[in-house]
């Protein structure tokens, strides 16, 4: 199947052939994890965005989803959008009158108020992010105040927090995130090494912390997980995904990360200009999670499990 995308405010042309996934999907399943990106008139970019992504609309992500078979989606706010959730309550809205179940994830400032947050519930919002990886931030105890001033935001709206960081941090904080007040969703296998595959420092920690039933994972962008040197292929991180499936089935979701935005080995990030989008298969990606579960656990991970967290009904 062939994607084919030109977006004039984006200066980005791509052109993705997507693979058959190969496998049978159930009615309902979720990609829990996309973002939108413009157009930037209209939704302008944060001034402290640490890269400039091009512009990724509802109509393409309708069309990826029609060729791979999706029919619910979670749109997630992102670092360069900061924390105008505009971009993303819109595309819920377009989504969901288009027939496309949709729910979304915000970015909350401090000092959001109850009536800000009540409004983005009613648009559709089911959970909170916080980002530490997009800007490099490495520091535990930074991550452990942010949850708790997040967690503390949107506990009587129950919401979860979804977090993006990397396995060291993850794990240095996992009793924390274990024993939150609202559930906690780790984004991308934690960003656990392919390579270093399950015995890696960390893992084992999380894991344990996941058996508690506080924590979900997104089995989502497998490609972060290996190098460019490798050709980052979906498939090599079936051994993690199988750790964290066999810890807790119930907390495991799936999701693509398209549009795929991401730094380009040896050149700097975009700010000012938008980056190129990955040319990721995401009929690939699914494909390769399929051949990791048996059909019990497929229903589990991509139907089951969101319909639960994100409150579709």
Not at 165 to 178: D, K, P, Q
Not at 289 to 298: D, L, S, T, Y
Request: charged share 20%.
């Amino acid at each position: 199947m062939s994607i084919n995308r030109m977006s004039n405010n984006s200066r980005t042309i791509l052109d993705v052939t997507h693979s058959e996934a190969g496998a049978v999907i159930p009615p309902g399943a979720c990609d829990c994890h996309v973002h939108i990106f413009g157009p930037f008139d209209r939704y302008p970019l944060a001034a402290d965005r640490v890269f400039m992504p091009g512009v990724a609309s509802t109509d393409d992500l309708l069309a990826l989803h029609a060729a791979l078979g999706v029919d619910r989606v979670v749109v997630v706010q992102a670092s360069p959008q900061g924390t105008d959730n505009r971009c993303m309550t819109d595309a819920l809205r377009t989504l969901n009158d288009a027939g496309h179940a949709a729910r979304g994830v915000a970015v909350l400032a401090p000092d959001i108020s109850r009536a800000e947050l009540r409004a983005l519930h009613d648009a559709g919002v089911r959970g909170a992010r916080v980002n530490l990886q997009s800007y490099g931030q490495q520091d535990p105890q930074v991550a452990r105040d942010a949850l708790a001033r997040t967690a503390a935001q949107v506990a009587d709206l129950g919401w979860h927090v979804q977090i993006y960081s990397n396995l060291s941090v993850i794990s240095a904080m996992a009793r924390t995130l274990a024993s939150c007040p609202v559930p906690v969703v780790i984004d991308h296998f934690a960003l656990a090494s392919a390579m270093l595959g399950p015995r890696q420092p960390g893992l084992d920690i999380l894991l344990q912390a996941i058996a508690d039933g506080n924590i979900y994972v997104k089995l989502s962008a497998p490609y972060r997980l290996t190098t460019w040197e490798d050709g980052r292929p979906p498939s090599a991180a079936h051994d993690i995904g199988r750790a964290f499936i066999d810890t807790r089935l119930d907390r495991m979701l799936w999701g693509t990360d398209w549009p795929h935005t991401g730094g380009w080995p040896g050149k700097p990030r975009l700010v000012d200009s938008s980056e190129p989008l990955h040319p990721i298969d995401d009929g690939l990606q699914l494909g390769a999670f399929c051949g990791w579960v048996n059909e019990r656990e497929k229903q589990a991970v991509l139907v089951d499990n969101p319909a639960r967290l994100y409150q579709f009904e």
